[in-house]
């Protein structure tokens, strides 16, 4: 009797197993995931230590984007749907963050400075692994010395020198904008602190979070201009080096990250907090990585591939008839 239970049991459970949504919600769900996938996106290109190019690697639409941005009238029509939802959240995520992360800086700018450099350690591991995915070779960590060597000196340089002075100005918005570009075509190029460290960060996110055009102008001519010029070089430079180019933007990161840690302290309870905000960051962003390792993303665009490349085949089609005609 107990056995014959089990069996029922075990066919209601593989019966609701087997059921299918109804194609709405599978539509709603995906669309869903996708705002809130972009939200993250967007939050990673606010908050210094995250980045938002790493978010797109993680949640599998890395390749689709550099697609789209280094051949945008060839892959949108393939890939619009997909990138719909996630612009979205995208625009929820940054604009919505900007204006948080500025008033918590005025509160307490030391703690929470210590937070986000929590927040680039706990990423280290993901971004090691992610750039080691094919093997890792001497030429790989000769990158990374160099990239980490490199920057570290034009901070320095920067920092030391007296006839040098960041102040906030149209160019200069251009220059985040443009680091933003950056940040967002190469995966790990967390362009945050840097700003912060060049004192441009505060500013920048209070202009974004007030809709300040003096600031948001230049700021789009910045990220635009970028991602035009760089995606194409950039998404080439992945494809046949994938590993060095990889190891260069973590030197890069380790090098931006240095020069924002916080070295003193009002008092010894202000450095409590700070190494406990640093604690939580690492855990936070070291267990979002974790996750994304245990729960890889589905490849929602197969359907979106397809067509892409059966358009591309029935092109070469009409390509070779030509020629024989």
């Given at each position: 009797?107990?056995?014959?239970?089990?069996?029922?049991?075990?066919?209601?459970?593989?019966?609701?197993?087997?059921?299918?949504?109804?194609?709405?919600?599978?539509?709603?769900?995906?669309?869903?995931?996708?705002?809130?996938?972009?939200?993250?996106?967007?939050?990673?290109?606010?908050?210094?230590?995250?980045?938002?190019?790493?978010?797109?690697?993680?949640?599998?639409?890395?390749?689709?984007?550099?697609?789209?941005?280094?051949?945008?009238?060839?892959?949108?029509?393939?890939?619009?749907?997909?990138f719909m939802p996630i612009g979205i959240g995208w625009a929820i995520g940054f604009i919505g963050l900007a204006g948080v992360i500025a008033k918590?800086?005025?509160?307490?700018?030391?703690?929470?400075i210590s937070l986000f450099v929590g927040l680039i350690a706990g990423t280290f591991p993901g971004l090691l692994r992610e750039g080691s995915k094919?093997?890792?070779?001497?030429?790989?960590?000769?990158?990374?010395?160099?990239?980490?060597?490199?920057?570290?000196?034009?901070?320095?340089?920067?920092?030391?020198?007296?006839?040098?002075?960041?102040?906030?100005?149209?160019?200069?918005?251009?220059?985040?904008?443009?680091?933003?570009?950056?940040?967002?075509?190469?995966?790990?190029?967390?362009?945050?602190?840097?700003?912060?460290?060049?004192?441009?960060?505060?500013?920048?996110?209070?202009?974004?979070?007030?809709?300040?055009?003096?600031?948001?102008?230049?700021?789009?001519?910045?990220?635009?201009?970028?991602?035009?010029?760089?995606?194409?070089?950039?998404?080439?430079?992945?494809?046949?080096?994938?590993?060095?180019?990889?190891?260069?933007?973590?030197?890069?990161?380790?090098?931006?990250?240095?020069?924002?840690?916080?070295?003193?302290?009002?008092?010894?309870?202000?450095?409590?907090?700070?190494?406990?905000?640093?604690?939580?960051?690492?855990?936070?962003?070291?267990?979002?990585?974790?996750?994304?390792?245990?729960?890889?993303?589905?490849?929602?665009?197969?359907?979106?591939?397809?067509?892409?490349?059966?358009?591309?085949?029935?092109?070469?089609?009409?390509?070779?008839?030509k020629k024989d005609d």
């Amino acid at each position: 009797m107990t056995c014959a239970k089990q069996h029922i049991s075990k066919g209601k459970k593989q019966r609701w197993k087997n059921k299918k949504a109804p194609p709405f919600l599978v539509k709603l769900r995906k669309f869903t995931v996708g705002v809130i996938q972009g939200v993250l996106i967007g939050a990673g290109a606010i908050l210094p230590g995250i980045s938002g190019g790493v978010l797109c690697v993680v949640f599998g639409i890395y390749r689709q984007m550099m697609a789209v941005l280094a051949h945008p009238f060839k892959y949108l029509k393939v890939y619009w749907k997909m990138f719909m939802p996630i612009g979205i959240g995208w625009a929820i995520g940054f604009i919505g963050l900007a204006g948080v992360i500025a008033k918590l800086l005025s509160l307490n700018a030391v703690a929470i400075i210590s937070l986000f450099v929590g927040l680039i350690a706990g990423t280290f591991p993901g971004l090691l692994r992610e750039g080691s995915k094919n093997g890792r070779t001497k030429g790989m960590w000769l990158a990374l010395a160099i990239s980490t060597i490199a920057l570290l000196s034009f901070f320095f340089t920067l920092k030391f020198s007296t006839s040098t002075t960041v102040t906030p100005s149209f160019g200069w918005y251009i220059f985040c904008g443009a680091l933003w570009g950056i940040s967002l075509i190469v995966p790990g190029m967390s362009s945050s602190s840097l700003l912060m460290f060049l004192g441009l960060y505060q500013p920048m996110s209070q202009g974004i979070a007030t809709f300040d055009l003096n600031v948001l102008f230049p700021f789009a001519i910045g990220i635009i201009g970028t991602v035009l010029l760089l995606a194409r070089l950039v998404n080439n430079l992945f494809e046949k080096h994938y590993g060095i180019a990889f190891f260069c933007v973590i030197g890069f990161v380790i090098a931006s990250t240095i020069p924002i840690i916080p070295v003193s302290f009002k008092s010894v309870g202000e450095a409590v907090l700070c190494v406990v905000a640093a604690a939580a960051g690492f855990i936070g962003a070291f267990m979002m990585d974790r996750w994304s390792e245990k729960h890889p993303a589905q490849d929602d665009t197969t359907e979106a591939v397809i067509s892409g490349a059966v358009e591309e085949k029935i092109e070469d089609v009409f390509d070779s008839m030509k020629k024989d005609d």
